[in-house]
């Protein structure tokens, strides 16, 4: 078990890649709090994975609420008695031409992207610094925090962003053993992606199996999607490094679609 009674926070984990993060950290043996907008989502995963030892807790939370997060932090560390890891995963997605971008989804889109990975980093940091038990901060990038996409300019802005924060991060938190790194998945089937194909198909006027084909699966190998599983255990690999020589880094996952 490489997460053995380590504490770890796992934002927008009622769904998708977090979900699957949050369940394999439990199979490695920490504590897992599921985070999430949606609470009856956070606690129905929390009562699916937690098992007989109750080492999962749901937790509602907006990102872009400072007291939210603050107040599930606290509840983080009074369920499990500090916090050992952060996934900054949280996030969304809003396609159109930048000309058509209606301001308010742009605005909503940064600030749970940016204002939230800033707001739950806070908090960790300061527990971790706190506790003095060092810690590894984890954010969901994405391929594009490397390449563009067209319709997409909050989320790449955003995604791009992100390494910039774990980067920092990474230097400030050194001194107090606390590593950042950024995964940056290619298309995984979510529903944040499965939400994305028609409206690609109809912002760009062609049928959806060619937007996955042709849009989505284009520049990768072999033509196939990543799976939640193969960015849960990019997470798994970064929670549990042994050493502080692993900071400051950026993993693409994308089945070859961008190399770096
Ligand atoms: P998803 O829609 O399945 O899950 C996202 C979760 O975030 C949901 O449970 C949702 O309720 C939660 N959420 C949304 N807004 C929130 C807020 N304000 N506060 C707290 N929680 C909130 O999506 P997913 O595909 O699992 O995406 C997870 C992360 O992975 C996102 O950051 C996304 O950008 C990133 N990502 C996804 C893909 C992909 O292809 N699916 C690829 C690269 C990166």
């Keep these: ?10 934002t927008g984990a009622a769904s998708g890649i977090g979900k699957e993060i949050a369940t394999l950290f439990l199979r490695e043996g920490a504590n897992v709090v599921i985070a999430d907008l949606n609470q009856a989502g956070a606690d129905s995963v929390a009562a699916e994975l937690a098992g007989p030892d109750k080492r999962a807790i749901g937790v509602g939370m907006d990102v872009t609420s400072e007291a939210q997060v603050d107040a599930g932090m606290a509840k983080a560390v009074a369920a499990f008695g500090g916090i050992d890891v952060l996934v900054s995963n949280a ?6 031409p930048i000309d058509e971008f209606d ?17 739950t980093t806070r908090a960790a940091l300061r527990e971790m610094y706190r506790s003095d038990r060092g810690g590894s901060v984890i954010y ?15 989320y790449v802005t955003a995604k791009h962003g992100l390494i910039g924060l774990a980067k920092v991060v990474a230097k400030e938190g050194a001194k107090h053993g606390v590593r950042a790194n950024i995964i ?11 939400k994305q194909i028609p409206e690609q198909a109809k912002a760009l006027g062609i049928p959806e199996a060619e937007v996955v084909k042709n849009v989505m699966l284009k520049e990768t190998v072999d033509g196939e999607f990543t ?3 193969d ?11 042994g050493s502080n020589a ?8 994308s089945h070859g679609w961008f190399m770096q």
């Design 184 to 194: 940056c998945p290619g298309f995984v089937r979510t529903p944040l992606v499965d």
């Design 227 to 229: 799976t939640a599983d």
């Design 231 to 241: 960015v849960a255990q990019a997470a798994l690999f970064f929670a549990s490094f």
């Design 91 to 96: 996030g969304i997605q809003t396609v159109a």
């Design 140 to 154: 969901m990038g994405s391929v594009h925090s490397k390449e563009a996409s067209a319709l997409k300019a909050p």
């Design 103 to 119: 301001f308010a989804k742009w605005k909503q889109l940064l600030a749970i992207h940016l204002d939230g990975a800033f707001l």
């Design 246 to 253: 692993l900071t400051g880094q950026s993993l693409v996952v």
């Design 1 to 10: 078990m490489r997460l053995k009674n380590k504490v770890a926070v796992v």
